[in-house]
């Protein structure tokens, strides 16, 4: 008897002791925006105290450094990841200077909001947008991130690295997803699809958002999928409190997200819990304070965790898996295509013929220069690429979930300003495609400084050698004021120099490369100038009047990077333009003229223009700019000195130095050039000052008979020109407060308030 009750004890002792080292280990992440990078530092801090983490389950940010870390990444590879610039980029949406194909892009106008116009029934709705943040480059990366990861898994979370679960959430039956199966990073991206910020994705039919709204932390899911005999818990998220009035985000937060049992009984396992005060969801750039306050979190609590944990997995044990799994791995090359999602085979064929030049293999770098091309045609509205890995052809299919642009598309747009420059913008755009791209345009603006209307279309060609041809007419009117320079109500005179310009124009063009293009036009224009020549004038007066009409001649190369159509911070624009004009000048003198003569001239002339800005970043807070610009051109002087000036180039580089005319800054040849120096707080709020050299090679002198005459150059006809802006930059537009200096006759400073954009559509001349 006594035997038996030894040899009892020591079983139960020996299974005890042969269950400790069996312990599975379960990791539960919860969801919280830049807070989630607290998830690298608890990971960190287990693996170097070779606790094991056999399971993951996350949510939203918890779903993405869960997957990763389920796909094979170390805590050094994480965080390498979300610090680098690519992430930067997904996170913003925002496409890098070497992929911005400038090719597709229009003339930049004033719209701040773009709608589309969809049919429904007998009526036209007007659809809002669902995102801020663009999708297209979050959906390339997941594919290129995890297309090999899922070949590897056979598509099964369960043969991941460490086996996954993720959730999300199912708008229509707003219930949760768990994901186990299938593309792992379509599984994030739903997982983390937070509502206004990122678009839903549609995945097995169902429309997908954050996991976060159903369930933040995914104990459930871990107890029920893996069973683990211990569970860490690490939670960032913050309590729900009652949002105030002006913080749209956490109003959004309150209305779609349940409350969450963030508990996890001492029975199951242990919680973690990292504390933020002031990070908000999309701070990522303070990736490492938070990852510090993840890691501290999780060393405070190592010796309660390694009470309870008594496996170990060396270091040399994980990297010997985790390599031997990213072995698995295929290289990412494609050979078939398919299209989803277009009307018809002449659009697929359009889709694929822009990606698939000659060669039956894709590689993912051919892939990735053809992927955002399309996503810059505008009749692409979006472009979702899914790899599946093809075990007969050792090559990826890859599968593109294309959504068209609406036909329609209404913008809408304009500025509000402290001085007298405020305009409105709507326009009308109509798009389809099947072998070639059609974009129908037409936009009008309306205001008491600028007003205009244009009509126009452009047609391309994906060919091996890709081009376009476009015509546009433009009805264009500028009313100048000699304003004071108070800084609000200021007393506005009427308009003392009214420019009008009509033009009809024909181009053709191709690009040379990803970010340039070549483009030839014929152009027809008809410039209507009224304009007094006294300083002072009545309203009996009557103003005198130049008609130059003729047509222009253009050969242009341009490069064009910049970040932004108005205060931009990042990127280089160049440009080469050559032009010949043909035209006539007619002059009719009004009651403040010296000479009553009428006058008619016609010349020819050339022109040739280069300008250049650039933007080097010197660290993470300063950008300096540096921007130059020439005018050549053999053109004579017309009837009257004011007629010359009009009708002469002008140096404009500030958004408000184009909304005020200044003799200073105009001559038929120049050279002028200058730097801006930026300080960034953040990616949105910006102050820059900038400062300018205006030199005319040749200054177009005023008489004392109201003529013109062509002056020798002299250092005494320089100008400088200077500007400081504060420039927050909305999702909706730029706002910014400027004190602007021009070297010019009577009031010299300008302060301006705006909002929005200071554009124009383009001239025939």
Request: charged content about 25%; hydrophobic content about 40%; some cysteine.
């Amino acid at each position: 008897m006594f035997f038996l009750r030894i040899t009892f004890i020591l079983l139960l002792f020996i299974g005890s002791l042969n269950h400790s080292y069996a312990q599975k280990v379960g990791l539960v992440l919860s969801g919280g925006g830049a807070k989630g990078l607290a998830h690298i530092g608890v990971i960190k801090a287990l693996e170097e105290q070779n606790i094991p983490i056999d399971y993951v389950a996350g949510t939203s940010i918890g779903a993405i450094v869960g997957g990763l870390y389920a796909a094979g990444y170390s805590p050094d590879e994480m965080y390498e990841l979300f610090r680098s610039e690519k992430f930067k980029l997904w996170s913003t949406g925002e496409i890098e200077e070497e992929r911005v194909y400038y090719f597709k892009k229009d003339h930049p106008n004033a719209s701040m909001l773009k709608l589309d116009w969809k049919e429904s029934g007998d009526t036209y709705k007007l659809k809002l947008p669902t995102n801020i943040i663009p999708e297209a480059q979050m959906d390339f990366a997941f594919m290129e991130l995890f297309a090999g990861i899922n070949a590897a898994c056979d598509y099964d979370f369960d043969n991941l690295f460490v086996p996954f679960r993720c959730v999300s959430t199912d708008v229509y039956k707003n219930e949760q997803v768990v994901s186990h199966y299938g593309d792992l990073g379509e599984a994030i991206r739903a997982s983390m699809t937070f509502p206004l910020y990122f678009k839903p994705i549609e995945i097995d039919g169902s429309l997908l958002f954050d996991g976060g709204i159903v369930n933040n932390f995914p104990t459930d899911v871990m107890e029920k999928d893996f069973k683990p005999d211990f569970i860490i818990g690490h939670k960032v998220a913050a309590d729900l409190k009652k949002p105030d009035p002006d913080d749209l985000v956490a109003q959004l937060e309150n209305i779609v997200m349940r409350p969450t049992n963030y508990q996890i009984p001492d029975s199951l396992g242990i919680l973690l819990e990292t504390r933020f005060e002031d990070v908000d969801l999309l701070d990522f750039d303070r990736l490492p304070f938070i990852f510090e306050k993840g890691y501290k979190t999780a060393t405070d609590s190592l010796e309660q965790i390694k009470a309870k944990i008594g496996r170990r997995v060396t270091a040399e044990d994980l990297a010997e898996k985790r390599e031997a799994f990213k072995a698995r791995m295929p290289q990412l090359m494609f050979n078939n295509i398919q299209v989803e999602g277009v009307k018809d085979n002449m659009q697929r064929k359009y889709i694929i013929q822009s990606i698939k030049k000659k060669s039956p293999v894709v590689r993912l770098s051919e892939f990735k220069d053809a992927y955002f091309k399309l996503v810059a045609d505008q009749q692409i509205k979006s472009i979702r690429p899914i790899a599946y890995y093809n075990k007969e052809t050792n090559f990826f299919d890859l599968h593109l979930k294309v959504e068209s642009d609406k036909d329609w598309e209404v913008e809408i747009g304009g500025n509000v300003s402290s001085k007298a420059i405020n305009q409105g913008f709507v326009g009308v755009r109509y798009k389809f495609f099947n072998n070639q791209a059609y974009n129908l345009h037409s936009n009008i603006y309306f205001g008491r400084f600028y007003s205009s209307f244009e009509a126009g279309g452009r047609i391309d060609f994906p060919s091996t050698k890709p081009f376009y041809i476009s015509g546009n007419i433009t009805f264009n009117r500028w009313d100048f004021f000699r304003s004071s320079s108070e800084l609000f109500f200021e007393d506005v005179h009427p308009a003392y120099i009214i420019k009008s310009e009509n033009s009809a124009r024909f181009n053709f063009g191709f690009p040379l490369g990803v970010n340039r293009k070549v483009e030839f036009g014929l152009s027809s224009f008809s410039m209507h100038d009224s304009y007094y020549q006294a300083e002072s004038f009545k309203k009996e007066d009557t103003p005198d009047i130049t008609k130059f009409y003729g047509y222009a001649l253009t050969g242009k190369l341009e490069r064009n990077t910049l970040n932004a159509k108005q205060y931009a911070t990042e990127g280089t624009m160049k440009l080469l333009k050559l032009k010949y004009i043909g035209a006539t000048e007619r002059t009719h003198p009004g009651s403040t003229a010296v000479n009553n003569n009428s006058t008619r001239d016609t010349q020819g002339f050339f022109e040739f223009q280069i300008k250049y800005n650039r933007y080097f970043k010197l660290n993470s807070r300063f950008t300096f700019g540096l921007e130059m610009e020439s005018v050549l051109n053999t053109k004579d002087l017309l009837a009257n000195y004011t007629a010359s000036i009009l009708s002469a180039p002008g140096f404009t580089p500030t958004p408000h130095s184009k909304s005020v005319f200044l003799d200073n800054f105009h001559a038929n040849n120049f050279a002028a050039g200058g730097g801006k120096l930026i300080f960034n707080f953040n990616e949105k709020l910006h102050l820059r000052t900038e400062g300018y050299y205006f030199m005319p090679l040749k200054k177009i002198k005023k008489l004392s008979n109201q003529l013109a005459q062509n002056d020798n150059f002299k250092w005494d006809n320089t100008h400088l020109m200077g500007n400081v802006s504060l420039v927050y930059r909305s999702f909706l537009g730029p706002a910014s407060v400027s004190v602007n200096y021009y070297d010019k006759p009577g009031d010299r400073w300008y302060f301006l308030f705006n909002f929005g954009y200071i554009l124009f559509n383009k001239k025939g001349f």
